[in-house]
């Protein structure tokens, strides 16, 4: 991720579709053309009921329309991510919680798709919704790069909801997913001490299982250590 100096009201790290990590010529596209080819597996394989909002297999998210590479909202991840994962939402439900998923695997082509996205400035639709205190301008260079850890098979983004007689809602964390602003990050001072406190039972519930958060995105967790770390997959979500 570039950053360069921009005003203060612009200095925010944006969303989990941004989460991209400066290019890495160590980092190297497996060839790999399915899910199974590429180790990952379906987190519904796990677990049947799991919660899945795939927001870049349809229109609800910040380009607008669904996002290459997404031709079905499943969530993949590789093996040991998944297990992880799935040791998270055992734990919760014993606490009437559970968590959903907004993102997992991200294909190298959905990563080129935001980038072509944001190079086009006469697109502004989903800005209220998305990035209302920035510039577009700023965005490709500053925040969007040209790869994502998404797309090495072991970053999910997510959120926690409460569950009361089979009956789950999300709980209030203050934004939106892909809300692109400071109010975003964890630690956000200007949440309300529920909304702060919401996010921390998420935090806790993940760290537990070894994931670690990206402080500037309350949603954006990666396992640590990654099983593949220098390698990226670009097969379709179908």
Not at 84 to 89: G, N
Not at 221 to 238: G, H, I, N
Request: net charge negative.
């Amino acid at each position: 991720m570039i950053f360069r100096a921009v005003p203060a009201a612009f200095v925010v790290l944006v969303g989990a579709a941004f989460s991209c990590v400066a290019a890495d010529p160590a980092v190297k596209i497996s060839p790999a053309s399915t899910a199974t080819a590429a180790g990952m597996i379906d987190m519904r394989s796990l677990v049947p009921d799991f919660s899945v909002d795939m927001r870049y297999a349809g229109s609800d998210n910040f380009v607008g329309t669904p996002v290459d590479g997404y031709e079905a909202p499943r969530c993949f991840l590789l093996r040991p991510v998944a297990e992880a994962l799935q040791r998270v939402e055992l734990a919760l439900r014993k606490q009437h919680m559970r968590l959903r998923v907004f993102d997992c695997y991200r294909p190298v082509r959905a990563v080129r798709h935001f980038v072509r996205w944001a190079s086009d400035l006469e697109d502004q639709r989903t800005k209220s919704a998305h990035y209302p205190a920035l510039d577009k301008r700023v965005l490709l260079g500053d925040y969007i790069a040209s790869t994502s850890g998404h797309s090495r098979g072991a970053t999910t983004d997510l959120t926690l909801m409460e569950c009361e007689r089979q009956q789950c809602a999300p709980l209030d964390m203050g934004t939106d997913f892909d809300f692109f602003d400071a109010r975003a990050h964890t630690d956000a001072p200007d949440v309300t001490p529920v909304q702060h406190e919401n996010r921390l039972r998420l935090r806790d519930a993940m760290e537990r299982e070894g994931f670690q958060n990206y402080t500037h995105e309350w949603w954006h967790y990666t396992f640590r250590p990654e099983p593949s770390p220098e390698v990226a997959f670009d097969f379709v979500v179908k």
